[in-house]
């Protein structure tokens, strides 16, 4: 077995880690609930063991470079990374109802993925022999990972807050108070926002070592940008203007829809970064 039918089988796992976590909330049950949280670990460590095959495979074929050089790659180590860090939140809270709206976004990145063609390992462009390689990539997916379960937490909270005065209320029991929720999406705003910013701050390097320039603006690095000002902006409404709840939310539903544009839209256009949709 190599590595990207090892992949491909963990895409259906996630599928149907997404369908129990979904059915866990629309049908209040117990028993989908805890086989989800098994079946997604199961599918994360088949993941991370897919990411570790395909390294291998690349140093048998003389690249030997760390799988994160193109978008299959990426989309790959995203849904990775949304699952641990989902793990530990649904772990920390004790409650599985977070799944049916952050598992199926580590889904799509893997379908995504196992839909395309660029799957075949190839050598690094010259721009990405570096050691900047690894920390640039690492701290900007942890923190696209953090924003995505801001994301879905934040559409959480929506529903439950419009169900509070209806009599949906009841449907929506398993679902944590809005208090909760607002908390968690601060909390996983913070943590993407520092690691986004390390992020920015490592590619800045990595741009002048390779390039001889800290900033181009070139399209990603513009659009990181926005998204940084974005989440900048969410912070500062909270914590200087004491914003809370739908705004919040908005605001965090609007952010993770720049991160989706810097990550897949600047793809298309002319750049440096161009290299990214390969």
């Not at 259906?12 to 989908?32: M, R």
């Not at 199926?104 to 990405?128: E, V």
């Not at 909270?238 to 839209?265: K, N, Q």
Request: charged share 10%; glycine share 8%; with cysteine.
């Amino acid at each position: 077995m190599n590595s990207s039918l090892l992949l491909s089988i963990v895409t259906f796992i996630y599928c149907l880690a997404s369908f129990l976590y979904i059915a866990t909330w629309v049908f209040k049950k117990t028993a989908p609930a805890v086989a989800a949280t098994w079946v997604a670990i199961i599918a994360l460590v088949g993941n991370v063991a897919g990411i570790g095959m395909r390294w291998y495979e690349s140093y048998q074929i003389g690249y030997g470079h760390v799988p994160l050089s193109n978008l299959y790659e990426s989309l790959v180590f995203f849904a990775a990374t949304i699952v641990i860090i989902y793990l530990v939140v649904e772990y920390s809270y004790k409650n599985r109802t977070f799944g049916a709206f952050v598992m199926p976004i580590a889904f799509l990145c893997m379908a995504y993925a196992s839909f395309g063609t660029m799957n075949k390992i190839q050598p690094l462009i010259p721009a990405l022999k570096s050691n900047w390689l690894i920390a640039h990539v690492i701290t900007c997916f942890f923190g696209y990972a953090a924003f995505a379960i801001s994301f879905g937490v934040s559409l959480i909270f929506l529903l439950k807050d419009r169900s509070q005065d209806s009599d949906e209320g009841a449907a929506r029991s398993l679902l944590p108070s809005v208090t909760v929720l607002e908390e968690l999406t601060h909390q996983m705003v913070t943590f993407g926002f520092l690691f986004l910013t390390i992020g920015i701050i490592t590619g800045a390097v990595w741009a002048n070592s390779a390039w001889g320039s800290y900033w181009t603006w070139d399209p990603k690095e513009t659009w990181s940008l926005i998204t940084w000002f974005v989440y900048a902006t969410l912070l500062h409404a909270r914590f200087a203007r004491g914003w809370g709840g739908r705004r919040i939310a908005y605001l965090s539903i609007i952010g993770f829809m720049a991160v989706l544009f810097t990550y897949f839209g600047v793809n298309y256009l002319p750049g440096l970064h161009s290299y990214g949709s390969a």
